[in-house]
């Protein structure tokens, strides 16, 4: 059973119609990203999927099951400037027994221990990021949203946050659904890439990845997987496919 169905007949600013029939399930522990061009509605799908914006035609249907705990990871960290790490994770288990202890022992787990009380000003941007996952998981989400956290980084740091981001959610088991201009980033973390058209945006190509169990949390190496989609679909970037590529 999908953890989440998602369905968007029309989701419209003003005049202006930005997402057109857009359906696609997520299961369990599984790790979509959505890859469209610039201003085709990604972010605005998120927004969708984590209730932020419920002005849409169309349903969210979540398992019965399912806890309905969304954690939200932004392109910026969003960092209360006057709060120290531990109490920006702390955040978001308010009222909750042993806060901070768990938020202790997620900025151990990103590799920030003996950082609490450091303010964000007192740290790199990278660091500012692995606090920003942290707060996100450590609510133990059924669902992981990351709108392109990492790609205002240098290569070494977005890929160590990339590798951190894949172990983290394979070891709580959340699903996770990532907004990203990168291809290659998506190709090494995701087990499918949902590809957007232009507006009215909607689904036009659906790319599913192997995934080796014994590799664990390890990035895909993408450069195999883009040769043989790009030979494909040349112009997948642009939200463009043959209705033949479609079928």
Known sequence: ????????????????????????????????????????????????????????????????????RIGYMFQEPRLMPWLNACENIELVLAGRAGASDIALSMLERVGLAGREGSLPRELSGGMQR??????AMAIEPDLLLLDEPFS???????????????????????AVLLVTHNLSEALSVADRVLF??????????????????????????PDPALRDLLARHPDILSGVVTQEETS
């Not at 692995?130 to 707060?135: E, G």
């Not at 205002?152 to 959340?174: I, K």
């Not at 957007?196 to 190496?221: I, K, M, N, Q, Y």
């Open 196 to 221: 957007l058209s232009r507006g009215p945006a909607r689904v036009v190509h659906r790319e599913c990845l192997s995934h080796d169990d014994s590799a664990g949390a390890r990035l895909r190496d």
């Open 130 to 135: 692995r606090i920003a996952l942290a707060r």
């Open 152 to 174: 205002s980084l240098d290569e070494p740091t977005a890929q160590g946050l990339r590798r951190l981001s894949l172990h983290l959610c394979r070891e709580q088991g959340n």
């Open 1 to 68: 059973m999908s953890l989440l169905s998602v369905t968007v007949r029309r989701k419209a600013f003003g005049d202006t119609l930005v997402l057109e029939d857009v359906e696609f399930d997520i299961e369990p522990g599984s790790f979509t990203a959505l890859v469209g061009p610039s201003g085709a509605g990604k972010s605005t799908l998120l927004n969708i999927v984590s209730a932020l914006d419920g002005h849409f035609e169309g349903r969210l249907d979540w398992s019965p099951q399912a806890r309905r």
